[in-house]
């Protein structure tokens, strides 16, 4: 994934959707999916994974495929670098309770 100089819009490298371009707010400016899931580790902590999902899941819903494709892809980042999903933390007292 690069962005261009002038707008920087985000042109996705990835072979199924190969230089398409995702116009992006100024919010994003000139930040890498790995850049912006830094900001989501720092500003949310335990909980940037499910709060990129979300934002995601927006996206989505609005039929912003480029937006989804690049919040998806922050959302993968910020999971592989999870030893465990939120939901399998959340889930493993329950999950304890159950088998006793």
Excluded: H
Aim: net charge negative; aromatic share 8%.
């Amino acid at each position: 994934m690069k962005k261009l100089t002038d707008r920087s819009p985000i042109i996705i490298e990835d072979a199924p959707f190969r230089r398409e371009i995702a116009e992006t707010d100024a919010v994003l400016g000139d930040r890498s999916v790995i850049e912006v899931a830094n900001a989501a580790k720092a500003l949310w902590g335990d909980l940037a994974v499910t709060a990129i999902a979300w934002g995601a899941l927006a996206a989505n819903c609005d039929g912003d495929m480029p937006e989804y494709r690049f919040w998806f892809q922050v959302f993968d980042c910020l999971r592989a670098d999870s030893p465990e999903s939120e939901l399998e933390g959340m889930m493993a007292p329950a999950n304890r309770r159950s088998l006793n």
